[in-house]
């Protein structure tokens, strides 16, 4: 974890979800908006991902105008007031996001595309690379791991080292384990235990209100994971993790702001 003069631990970056559709998992964060991306900005967002496909279990595709049609118009506009990520797995939907004014592609499918690698290479952008087993409609299907630590970081290692071998920035490159994508919750617990070994790449988690947090907390409402969300994040402070991917930007933030003072 990077520490500011005098000690103080810097706080992970936080990444406002903004999701452009009317299904994802999470009720509250569907048909994102402008206003909502501003009000996330305001309360400290450094990033807002804008997504417009949802890539919750059992997930259906959308056609490639029409995830065009949803994120597009809020890429162009958000991107003059934040620093702005495209969650796309389509090179098409991330080419036009980040002609834009977007500055991070967000690949749920972890670059399986060779010209979504082309892409990122020819603008040099910030790249989240994340792991998912198969693909949404069937990823939570009895997946199954020989170790999935090994499996996991293994694969997000190779395609980081893919890219800086084509002369691509190391620290534009963001790794994520991809929780809840083809995973149980024993995988997931793994996982998060097992980040370290992702170094020296930046890490980023997604865990926000997801299944993870309801099947420990047992709250099937995923209006109320917040408490167990927050709970993830203060191990994301302590452990260095470098960006966090949020719904609830203020209340993490908060989190933040406390931490740092108690580290004083």
Not at 121 to 136: A, Q, S, T
Not at 211 to 217: E, F, L, V
Not at 225 to 241: D, M, N, P, Q, T
Not at 247 to 257: M, P
Request: aromatic share 4%.
């Amino acid at each position: 974890m990077a520490v500011l003069e005098g000690g103080q631990k810097t706080r992970p970056q936080v990444m406002g979800i903004i999701n452009a559709t009317p299904d994802s998992f999470h009720k509250s964060s569907r048909e994102g908006t402008i206003e909502k991306a501003m009000k996330m900005i305001a309360d400290g967002a450094d990033w807002i991902d804008i997504g417009g496909e949802s890539t919750r279990p059992g997930a259906d595709k959308i056609s490639i105008d029409e995830e065009l049609s949803r994120v597009i118009p809020l890429v162009t506009e958000i991107s003059k007031h934040a620093n702005v990520s495209i969650d796309t797995r389509n090179v098409e939907v991330a080419k036009q996001a980040l002609q834009a004014g977007a500055k991070m592609v967000n690949d749920v499918s972890g670059l399986r595309d060779p010209n979504m690698l082309d892409l990122i290479v020819e603008h040099g952008c910030h790249v989240c690379i994340m792991h998912m087993l198969g693909e949404p409609g069937n990823m939570q299907d009895n997946p199954e791991y020989q170790d999935v630590s090994k499996e996991v970081n293994e694969m997000l290692l190779s395609k980081a080292r893919e890219l800086v071998e084509r002369e691509h920035s190391m620290d534009r490159i963001h790794l994520d384990p991809g929780i809840g994508f083809g995973k149980t919750l024993e995988h997931n617990l793994k996982l998060l235990k097992s980040s370290k070994e992702l170094r020296p790449y930046s890490i980023l988690w997604g865990v926000s209100r997801k299944s993870m947090i309801g099947q420990i907390c047992n709250q099937d409402d995923t209006e109320e994971r917040l408490a167990g969300s927050l709970a993830v994040a203060a191990k994301a402070f302590y452990e260095g993790i470098d960006i966090i991917r949020v719904h609830d930007v203020r209340e993490h933030i908060d989190l933040f702001s406390v931490l740092q003072k108690l580290e004083e």
